[in-house]
């Protein structure tokens, strides 16, 4: 009985350190090939100037982070993906939509994003949204509409 209560004992205290590092969010349906999404908080890389999140699809290994800081006016949503960099905004004026990188939080060469996105879906996101959202709101809007925009 002892030996029963220990591999249980032992068993939760995985399963919390497991979610002590990132913790489910919010899942979708994408209607893409991409399949079904999940958004993960990563609680141990997100601090007091910007919030980690990162999102999986079920028919790909890629996993996409974006990351959350506040801006002039506006939240950034700056999501890194393999050869990929993409910045949503989340403006005051209630605009949530694809923009333009800024330079301070671009790491790749412009040219190497412009091949894996589709140039027709980038200026149909130009505008996702014109009603205010939350945080997590906006996060699901990225996890369904980053399919359509990815080659």
């Known amino acids: ?31 893409t090939s991409m399949g079904d999404y999940e958004v993960y908080k990563d609680l141990d890389k997100s601090n007091d100037d910007f919030k980690i999140f990162v999102i999986k699809y079920e028919n790909t290994d890629e996993t996409f982070v974006v990351r959350v800081c506040e801006g002039d006016n506006c939240h950034n949503y700056v999501v890194y993906g393999n050869k990929l ?22 790491k790749l060469d412009k040219d190497v994003t412009a091949k894996r996105i589709d140039r027709e879906q980038m200026f149909r996101q130009k505008v996702i949204s014109t009603t ?19 080659k």
């Open 132 to 150: 205010p959202k939350s945080e997590k709101q906006y996060l699901g809007l990225i996890a369904c509409y980053l399919p359509q925009l990815v």
């Open 1 to 31: 009985m002892k030996t029963k209560l220990i591999v249980l004992v032992g068993v939760i205290c995985l399963a919390f350190a497991a979610q002590a590092t990132e913790k489910k969010m919010m899942k979708g349906q994408t209607f």
């Open 85 to 106: 960099e993409l910045q949503y905004k989340a403006k005051k004026n209630n605009v949530f939509g694809l923009t333009k990188m800024d330079k301070e939080f671009r």
